[in-house]
Nanobody, 122 residues
Framework: QVQLVESGGGLVHAGGSLRLSCAASGRTFSNFAKAWFRQAPGKEREFVAATNWSGRSTYYADSVKGRFTISRDNVKNTVYLQMNSLKPEDTAVYYC???????????????WGQGTQVTVSS
């Protein structure tokens, strides 16, 4: 059993910044990949960013590249998503996930958090 809990979402103006956190507890593995996905109302869940077990390899969707940064602290069992230069189209529920493979597919992750809302106003 692995539990993931996201926090740090909120309401910001376009151009602002937020940092999301995802704390893991329970049966965790240090070599698991970590990722962030997001889902806007009426839209399918889409990949945002991922990192391997060490945090030295990172991957980003083209829509967030250069604006978002994923990182992890394996001592605290926490993964972060620093979001800068936010745009209204970034508005979504953001989910963290963990699994054995570092992929951009939802099928690659076995455990999911409950999500945290990010709203960016114009």
């Amino acid at each position: 059993q692995v539990q993931l809990v996201e926090s740090g979402g909120g309401l910001v103006h376009a151009g602002g910044s937020l940092r999301l956190s995802c704390a893991a507890s329970g049966r965790t593995f240090s070599n698991f990949a970590k990722a962030w996905f997001r889902q806007a109302p009426g839209k399918e869940r889409e990949f945002v960013a991922a990192t391997n077990w060490s945090g030295r390899s990172t991957y980003y969707a083209d829509s967030v590249k250069g604006r978002f940064t994923i990182s992890r602290d394996n001592v605290k069992n926490t993964v972060y998503l620093q979001m800068n230069s936010l745009k209204p189209e970034d508005t979504a529920v953001y989910y963290c996930a963990t699994g054995r493979a570092t992929t951009n597919s939802t099928r690659g992750y076995n455990y999911w958090g409950q999500g945290t809302q990010v709203t960016v106003s114009s």
